[in-house]
């Protein structure tokens, strides 16, 4: 079964970088794309961007001139960071598997607030 | 991108069928066969509940379907159950090669 577990920061200023990782276990890493999603509260889902274990990423581009997202196939790990923060950035965020041949999220994290508060 | 238009809301009593429609353009939604639907209930993550516009994973009840004309997409709950109550979204891969979200729609069971 495969899980996702994350981690991060829960509560930042205006500015500041977020940054959060996910763990992923069981199934196959490197078949697989990685994706973060983020959910404003009462709010709709966001798409932020998705890795693959060589490290090829896409990016949505309203996000992107502040995005980072990387990977650690040593540790079946993927890593966000989003810089310069402000209010609006406050969401819950998940990461997600991408389903091979899918195109779609076939396995989701617990996810994560995060908060931006002065 | 902007983010694909579906209805704010939905509602059905028991055993109806409802459908929630998914629009976008050429760009996304009309240009693949690769739009998604996903279930959410409060405080949790969202589920899988459709792939490829009808595919459903394994597990998902074969009360939900989905279906694609030209940019709109659609989901079809069919038997509508009081633990169908919840937010549903759709998404689609886009031209870009990125992800979009619908707006979400709130299914009420009456």
């Known amino acids: 079964q495969v899980q996702l577990q994350l981690w991060g920061a829960g509560l930042l200023k205006p500015s500041e970088t977020l940054s959060l990782t996910c763990a992923v276990y069981g199934g196959s890493f490197s078949n697989h794309y990685w994706t973060w999603i983020r959910q404003p509260p009462g709010k709709g889902l966001e798409w932020i961007g998705e890795i693959n274990h060589s490290g090829n990423t896409n990016y949505n581009p309203s996000l992107k001139s502040r995005l980072t997202i990387s990977v650690d196939t040593s540790k079946n790990q993927f890593s966000l960071k989003l810089s310069s923060v402000t209010a609006a950035d406050t969401a819950m965020f998940y990461c997600?598997?991408?389903?091979?041949?899918?195109?779609?999220?076939?396995?989701w994290g617990q996810g994560i607030l995060v908060t931006v508060s002065s | 991108q902007s983010a694909l238009t579906q209805p704010a809301s939905v509602s059905g009593s028991p055993g109806q069928s409802i459908t929630i429609s998914c629009t976008g353009t050429s760009s996304d939604v009309g240009g693949y066969n690769y739009v998604s639907w996903y279930q959410q209930h409060p405080g949790k993550a969202p589920k899988l509940m459709i792939y490829?516009?009808?595919y459903r994973p394994s597990g998902v009840s074969n009360r939900f379907s989905g279906s694609k004309s030209g940019s709109t997409a659609s989901l079809t709950i069919s038997g509508l159950q009081a633990e169908d109550e919840a937010d549903y979204y759709c998404s689609s891969y886009t031209s870009i090669s990125t992800y979009v979200f619908g707006t979400g729609t709130k299914v009420t069971v009456l």
């Open positions: 490829h516009v009808s």
């Open positions: 997600a598997r991408v389903g091979e041949q899918l195109w779609s999220f076939d396995y």
